[in-house]
């Protein structure tokens, strides 16, 4: 019986199915797949391809295509089907990758080293010394077992006739494995059955590999160089992931590998240079780097040598010379991407490795030579021209595309300036099924081609069995490419029976080395830590109040209003829910303003990101919380990425009710954000920095409240101020009768078992301070310890009463100081730069 999922499949003729050979039947390692959607239907197709979608949602995984940060981050697509292939051709492509892995090795340092093949005529030196990528700074760097070039991936294609070629080498910071390792945690549970079927080769052993070999050679660069400072039993080198920062196109990526290979990720301003070895600048003083895992450009990679730009690390150049520090890759390395190389490869394995290569490279003609530039003005009509240095911003130019005068040129620019241009053979990608949703649901046909992954290991060269699958946008698209909008799919290797893959190497740790606080908590995250916790009090500060000025609108009438109204009405005022400008004219009054514009007001605070209110401050929370994401937890994510889902479709006039939907979702989001905080993290520096923002933000927050209701006129009820407060159940479980002042200013003021008094935060500051202290010095006590005081001596029966301006008073000297104390905090621990100064910092604080 015709599956009915293949009605609509149809591969072009002259490529190269990966489901289907020529007389249209399964290839046998696509028949059990094929099998059991079969037996399934749509149904459960459309089910899994909805869970792989929210699950990309929820966890936020995210490619930025602009890399405009301020623009919506684009999801990361990822279709339901793998890529399934064979052992038996999966052994072919890694043999093949490990050959060019260790190929490209060995051209990276004789390049920088003896540039024998220069001096031998395997290569043209214009190719050479005419690259952008060419760092001549980096010559003689050291490298420890002879390794440079310590990540690699290739781009490879299928041709019509089934054979792989490579497209393009990867090796300055070749991304792509950590989208394969989240494209298999997403995928995973929609085939487990599957994935046992096939018996499909696990993604992670080749992580652990990869961070091991690091530590290996980050142990040879604490003995080594020439500041040897050997690590002592099972004491770790200190590995870290550079980043360009968020705005990165795959910033995502990075924060999802520093996490899973349990590294911190720096971005330049958190490392710094001194006498050629490199520091993380932690709120414990500078701790030494022994590996850099950039994902920076090379020329970006040090401002004071390669290229002026802030992304790097000035000296970096210098402490790899040193061999102070392991690069991974070295600089340099995208000397190697340049795709005029291609062409010269066969002769150098020859001559290098005593073998030829065992996958071929698509064929390539750098114009720079004449007898090539004529071959390609002769075939222009079957080549693509593109750059021959990746510097070069120039898109592909299919040569079938050109007539006429555009022809002429292009033809003109390449005779003008051959070397920055090569010309490679048009490929005929190979195309395998994708899912395709809507009216008309089954398996379609696309492009499809594979970056593969290795990593350098003191024994050889390991791939990853596995890889990062890019599909095609359309039926029609000639180039395969993520910022274009390409989508990806997981890769599925089998194995016949179980493998044998390498043991990642054993430590032993004593009790010497047992950690129980980060040291290596940079002044950068810390600054980031305190102000999650600042930005997630104000969501619930805003969200709280606009909930209860918006019920005073949506169930009192006007005229039942009591004294209370104005107060709640100033203090959406004050935290600027209510624009008083109408048009251009001076600030109306808030008494001068009709309900219908107060509600509209306050309902765009709820959801537009355009003004202040709880949208804006959603999007700042997950700003910030971006700057931590491999410090958060999977289900942390979950919740931050649902909370700035857009809460109505654009243009939609959301009711009353969804108003206030929209409200109380976002207090249990919140509510669950604070649960992860208290039960999910350790007690350490991070988490004091987070707590203390938290409780500063919710100290100042609740001193304005309770200022303004002080001097609230009249007897107006006070049960709007204990919603606000989040304290309504616990005072009608307490007095079981209608909220008067001295109660409600004793559970609000010096209640220390209330989250929401004024006496728990001040206390619960304390308690941090005191502790950042113990090794840290004084940070700010003094500013808030004597008004603690003050709160202390409060008697209920004298001052807790309605208009009370000497209490009103002390809350704003409690407002005003916790505001000094946020200063002190950030000078004292987020500003420094020179070692020596913090040095001279941490002595003033003993």
């Known amino acids: 019986m015709p599956n009915p999922l293949l009605a609509h499949y149809l591969a072009a003729p002259d490529s190269f199915d990966e489901m289907r050979d020529a007389r249209q039947a399964p290839r046998p390692h696509w028949r059990a797949m094929l099998d059991s959607l079969g037996q399934e239907g749509p149904d459960m197709m459309r089910q899994r391809y909805d869970m792989v979608r929210r699950q990309v949602r929820e966890n936020g995984v995210t490619y930025n295509v602009a890399a405009d940060f301020d623009a919506r981050q684009r999801p990361w697509d990822l279709n339901v ?98 989208y394969a390792l989240e494209n298999r945690a997403i995928i995973s549970p929609t085939f487990p059955d599957l994935l046992r079927e096939l018996k499909v080769l696990p993604l992670s052993p080749f992580f652990r590999i990869m961070h091991d070999s690091l530590m290996h050679w980050g142990r040879l660069c604490a003995a080594g160089g020439d500041a040897p400072a050997p690590l002592r039993g099972g004491e770790m080198p200190l590995a870290v992931l550079l980043t360009a920062g968020p705005r990165t196109e795959s910033y995502y ?67 790899a010379r040193r061999g102070n520090v392991l690069i991974a890759n070295s600089l340099g390395a995208g000397l190697l991407e340049s795709s005029a190389l291609l062409g010269y490869l066969p002769a150098l394995a020859q001559r290098l490795l005593g073998a030829p290569l065992l996958m071929p490279s698509v064929a390539t003609w750098w114009c720079g030579e004449p007898a090539a530039l004529e071959t390609v003005v002769a075939n222009l009509d079957r080549l693509v021209i593109k750059p021959a240095f990746s510097q070069l911003p120039q898109a592909a130019v299919f040569g079938q595309d050109l007539a006429g005068a555009a022809r002429a040129a292009l033809i003109a620019t390449l005779r003008a300036n051959p070397d920055h241009y090569i010309a490679q053979e048009r490929l005929k990608l ?38 990062l699958t890019r599909v095609a946008t359309g039926p029609d698209a000639r180039v395969l490419t993520m910022q274009m909008g390409g989508a990806s799919k997981d890769t599925w290797v089998q194995a016949h029976a179980r493998v044998a893959l390498p043991h990642p190497q054993k430590r032993s740790i004593t009790s010497a080395d047992l950690v129980r ?50 107060t709640v009405l100033a203090l959406c005022t004050r935290f600027h829910l209510i624009d008083h400008h109408q048009g251009h004219g001076p600030a109306a009054p808030d008494s001068a303003l009709s309900d219908a514009a107060i509600e509209a007001a306050l309902l765009l605070a709820v959801v537009s990101p355009a003004v202040h209110g709880l949208a804006r401050q959603q999007r700042q929370l997950h700003r910030v919380a971006s700057q931590l994401h491999e410090r958060f937890s999977v289900d942390n994510w979950r919740a931050l990425n649902r909370m700035v889902q857009p809460a109505v479709e654009p243009g939609a006039q959301p009711s009353q009710s969804d108003i206030m939907t929209i409200l109380d979702d976002a207090a249990a989001a919140l509510m669950m954000l604070s649960g992860f905080a208290l039960d999910g993290m350790t007690r350490d520096l991070g988490w004091r920095f987070m707590s203390i923002g938290r409780r500063l933000e919710r100290l100042q927050f609740q001193s304005i409240v309770l200022q303004r209701a002080l001097a609230m006129d009249g007897d107006g009820s006070l049960d709007w101020l204990l919603e606000l407060s989040d304290s309504i159940i616990t005072y009608r479980a307490r007095y079981r009768a209608q909220p008067e002042w001295l109660p409600v200013l004793d559970l609000l003021l ?97």
């Open 253 to 319: 990526e990075q924060a999802y590998l520093a996490r899973h290979l349990g590294v911190p990720l720096v971005e330049g301003g958190d490392l710094t240079v001194r006498e050629g070895v490199v520091y993380l600048k932690t709120l414990a003083g500078l701790q030494r780097v022994h590996v850099v895992m950039r994902r920076v450009d090379d020329d970006a990679s040090d401002g004071l040598e390669l290229k002026h730009t802030r992304l790097g690390v000035a000296g970096l150049t210098q402490a």
């Open 430 to 467: 190979s195309q395998a099924p994708v899912w395709q949703d809507g009216a008309t649901p089954g398996l379609q046909a696309r492009a499809v081609g594979l970056r593969v992954f290795a990593c350098a290991t003191p024994h050889g060269y390991v791939v990853m069995p596995g890889g």
């Open 750 to 846: 010096l209640d220390g078992t209330n989250p929401r008094s004024i006496l728990f935060q001040v206390d619960g500051i304390l308690g941090a301070l005191r502790k950042i202290a113990q090794t840290h010095g004084a940070c700010g006590e003094h500013l808030l310890a004597p008004l603690r005081d003050e709160l202390a001596a409060l008697s209920p029966d004298r001052d807790f009463n309605g208009g009370n301006a000497t209490l009103a008073a002390l809350l704003g000297r409690i407002g005003h100081a916790s505001g000094a104390l946020s200063e002190q905090i950030s000078v004292q621990f987020f500003s420094y730069t020179d070692p020596a100064d913090n040095g001279r910092r941490r002595t003033r604080r003993a």
């Open 517 to 566: 606080e980060d040291s290596n908590l940079s002044s950068r995250v810390a600054e980031n830590l305190l102000w999650f916790g600042r930005h997630a009090e104000r969501c619930d500060n805003t969200g709280r109040l606009l909930r209860v000025a918006l019920t005073f609108l949506f169930n009192v009438r006007f005229d039942q209003r009591g004294a209370e109204w104005p």
């Open 81 to 178: 089907l793998p890529l399934i292939l064979p052992h038996e051709e999966w052994r072919a492509i890694e043999r093949a990758v490990i050959q060019r892995a260790g190929l490209l090795n060995t051209i990276l340092a004789d390049v920088y080293g003896k540039q024998q093949m220069l001096g031998e005529g395997l290569l043209p030196p214009a190719l050479i010394h005419g690259n952008p990528g060419f760092l001549r700074p980096c010559h003689d760097v050291r490298h420890h077992d002879g390794i440079a070039l310590h990540f690699y991936a290739a781009d490879l294609a299928r041709g019509a006739d089934g054979n792989w070629t490579v497209l393009a080498d990867r090796t300055q910071a070749p991304a792509g494995a950590g």
